[in-house]
């Protein structure tokens, strides 16, 4: 006879004391928290995403940024967390200039049955990214250093540890010593709080470089530029997309990266064997 009891919880996971019989001992078990937090820019409610409710300041301004809602840090003036029954929400406070283009957004989808991709409008609203980037590069990186931080890259992960359901995104500099790692059950949602983490803190070196533990999509490749970074490391495969978009903007692009062994999919000249 299986018997549960809640132990306690925190923002990050809900623990709770699982015993399947009487002839097994029991065990502390965490499950990873999935919470709705809502956006709202200058007390209009944008969107709301599914997310790990921690690091959310980091998440508010790396979200405002890749989402291009504010032009610069500048813009993001201020933010306050309010948990309620029903969720979080975070209420954002930014430059005049910038709530007026997000209003303008917001009237440019009114009446759609479906938006697909939420916020485009036509083709090249999609694959967009930091226009700084370009296809030249005089970044080089070792491929030593790059397995030390693989070799390394689990160890940081607390979360994942205890409750094996979230993704990561780290920051590197270029000798593989960790800079910077922020985890939650959205791989996209982990990389925005790495980005709005890494700007707090002005980590802005060109020649760091980024390891997620997810595939490596188009988005992916988009949100690695507004760190002005030219490589990102994928525990997993890359899509054909974010190899053809990495190749145009200069991004060196990895994958299948596990222990020693990975597979170069763009720009193989940066890497130093």
Do not use: W
Not at 65 to 79: L, S
Request: aromatic fraction near 8%; charge should be neutral.
């Amino acid at each position: 006879m299986s018997t549960h009891k809640l132990i306690e919880t925190n923002d990050a996971t809900l623990k709770f004391f699982a015993q399947k019989n009487s002839s097994t001992k029991g065990a502390l078990e965490s499950l990873a928290e999935e919470t709705p937090v809502a956006f709202v820019y200058n007390g209009i409610s944008h969107v709301v995403m599914m997310a790990s409710p921690i690091d959310l300041e980091d998440f508010a301004l790396g979200f405002s940024i890749t989402e291009e809602i504010i032009k610069c840090p500048k813009d993001f003036y201020a933010i306050e967390i309010n948990h309620l029954d029903s969720g979080i929400e975070l209420r954002i406070e930014i430059s005049t200039e910038c709530f007026v283009s997000l209003k303008e957004k917001r009237r440019n989808l009114t009446g759609r049955t479906g938006c697909g991709l939420c916020g485009a409008e036509s083709l090249t609203q999609v694959i967009k990214y930091q226009q700084e980037s370009n296809a030249s590069t005089n970044q080089s990186f070792h491929s030593n250093h790059i397995i030390t931080a693989l070799n390394k890259f689990s160890d940081n992960q607390a979360l994942q540890k205890e409750t094996g359901s979230t993704h990561a995104v780290a920051l590197y500099n270029n000798a593989g010593k960790i800079l910077l790692i922020r985890e939650d059950v959205g791989r996209h949602n982990a990389f925005d709080k790495l980005i709005g983490a890494a700007i707090k803190q002005e980590m802005n070196e060109t020649n760091n470089f980024v390891i997620t533990s997810s595939r490596a999509s188009y988005e992916m490749i988009q949100k690695l530029t507004y760190l002005n970074l030219k490589l990102i490391v994928a525990i997993s495969a890359p899509t054909a997309l974010a190899v053809r978009l990495a190749k145009k903007i200069g991004v060196t692009l990895i994958g299948f990266a596990r222990g020693e062994h990975f597979t170069i999919y763009s720009h193989k000249e940066t890497i130093i064997e």
